[in-house]
């Protein structure tokens, strides 16, 4: 069961919304009382009006009514407008005008027919800036401003300072509107009770943020939770960082019963700290888990779990541009057996590192080595789960591909060695012609979760992204003639990792002349301004924990 739970800016603007309601109300009654007025200072006007703030404040009462951002972006729109217009009116006080609307995704039109003047009053809802919106909404006003001082010398003062109120709450709901269309359904707080053990001997953090590196330090504390079979997940607690103990026949160091996620926890410009879709990671960790016959944990819990364990080390994330703090969350069986079945003992652990940019000078793209020999993982295998022999796999051709001067290898399928796989510990992507490409998740490819915002944010902008298979020598001919574009990587660590060159054989095939390309650019900047809290989030990815 899930409760609305709002926070005290969404209370305050609830009760904002619902003044507003009352006093629309108000003055379609008033409307009512005055035989001689019609058109757009009717009562139906009114009642238009209100309706509009009513469904904007349902969209936050009612929790299984989840209509698409784009239509509250369009009520918002007609809430503009048709505010600017009732303004208008008043000011005119063209008695005998009707206003007609158009409801458009995002946009509102609303037009004006008086005896002698036709207004077309237009609003906008910008969902990356949500700043066209704001502009008009103070526009819209600052007119009825101005129209309260016209009502001001004809009515009584109570009626003027209720104006002004209503002013000043609606002022307040347009600047304010990005809270509101938030979540704010929440699970009940039905969780196990977390223990907490303070670390008394913190250590020192390290002082030079540009030399983080990445998992080289690890923060003061940890959380842990137990499993054994019969008795499920249970002892939840957060702990000073330090080693286990283990029997020398703990069955993950001997068959491999483990998997992982990889997260990060973000500190903004505006002092808040940020995770970026944890629901995705803690999805995908399950179905690691339910591949490696791992038992499924509660995801809310153990995102709540992160967020306490964020939040006891906030201190160690670091402020820098570009820094951020990777949290390492990981199942293994603990048994102490030898033989090779699914463990019936399991620790769920979660740490924390601080790590560095990047691209401190900027995001540089990178030489690729396309391996031939090795494979990463076949379909029917273990690819799609973050398990860490996935990765261990990986290291010889790593090894090797590093040997010739590339960072990173490109994987193609096991069975074929015909279609592209992966670049890395990254998703790929390449851009042909007008078509953005990136290969099929078929089972051996691990769902990115920078692959599917990727691939949202693109089509978004109208890109055409097709998920499908990708042959190499598509790719090698596109770059014959011409019509290969750029090529990236993506992934938690780096975001987008650009393709500058493609070693293929005795081939190298440079991409972009070795630069990075538009598209990688605008993910690269729109992504990482998402996830610092730099720039608006449309879709709702992040949540702010502390
Ligand atoms: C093999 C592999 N592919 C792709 C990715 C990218 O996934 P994400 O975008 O969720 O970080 C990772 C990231 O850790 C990975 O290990």
Known sequence: MGKIKLTGRQKFLTGLIGLLIIYELEFAVHTLRTPAVTGIRSPVFYVLVSLVHLLILLKFLLPNWNPHRKWLGSLLALNFSLMLATQVVWLVDASTTTAISLLLPNMALTYLRAPDFWLL????????????????????????????YIIGGETPSVML????????????IYFTWPVLTRPILQKENTFMQIKFEKNQSPKQKPADQNALGFGQYFTDHMFIMDYIEGQGWHSPRIVPYGPFELDPATMCLHYGQEIFEGMKAYYGPDGKVRLFRPEE??????????????????????????????????DWIPTQDGTSLYIRPYVFALDPFLGVRPGNQ?????????????????????????EQEYVRAVRGGTGFAKAGGNYAATMKAQRLAQAKGCPQVMWLDGIERKYIEEVGAMNVFFVIGDEVITPALQGSILPGITRKSCIEMLR???YTVNERPLALTE?????????LKEAFGTGTAVVV?????????????TINNFEI?????????????IQWGKVADPYGWTKVIA
């Open 121 to 148: 009053v237009g609003a906008t809802f910008n969902k990356r800036t949500e700043k066209l919106a704001v502009g008009i909404g103070a526009t819209s006003v600052a007119v009825e401003l101005f129209s309260s």
């Open 161 to 172: 300072l209720l104006h002004l109120l209503a002013t000043a709450s609606r002022l307040t």
């Open 281 to 314: 990671n803690l999805a995908r960790l399950n179905q690691s888990n339910d591949r490696m016959c791992i038992p499924q944990l509660d995801e809310a819990f153990a995102i709540h779990a992160i967020e306490e364990l964020v939040k006891t080390d906030r």
């Open 346 to 370: 399991y620790i769920f652990a979660v740490i924390l590192s601080p790590v560095g940019a990047y691209y401190p000078e900027g995001v540089n793209p990178i030489k690729i080595f396309v």
């Open 460 to 462: 978004q902008k109208g």
């Open 475 to 483: 790719v090698l001919a596109a770059a014959k003639n011409g019509t």
């Open 497 to 509: 990792s650009p393709v500058g060159s493609l070693v293929y054989g005795d081939e190298t095939i």
């Open 517 to 529: 390309g538009e598209i990688s650019q605008w993910l690269y900047d729109e992504l990482t301004g």
